[in-house]
């Protein structure tokens, strides 16, 4: 059972790159950054962590999904859905 535990309406913007094969991907260092100061700005625990995966393809309505370690060692997921090609994506966080 999943159990949203926290909606974060914000848009986030993030560099993208080409990857090999041309498709544009997002780059997953700085979504993992933005994911992490997001939280923080709501007045929430720094997270210890975020890892999201090595390649996102920038695509609208395209989703991905992150781990997120908090503060006292447990694991959340952050679901993303990007609103457009160009990296912006909103996100939530489950248990």
Excluded: H, W, Y
Aim: glycine letters at 8%.
């Amino acid at each position: 059972m999943t159990r949203r535990v926290l909606i974060l309406p914000a848009v986030l913007a993030l560099p993208f790159g080409v990857a090999a094969c041309g498709d544009k991907t997002i780059d997953t260092g700085s979504a993992e950054k933005s994911i992490s100061e997001n939280i923080t700005q709501q007045g929430l625990p720094k997270p210890k962590s975020v890892e999201c995966p090595d390649e996102i393809k920038a695509e609208k309505s395209g989703k991905f999904t992150c781990t997120l370690t908090t503060a006292n060692g447990s694991k959340v997921k952050v679901n993303a859905t990007q609103t457009d090609d160009n990296g912006r994506f909103n996100f939530d966080i489950s248990q």
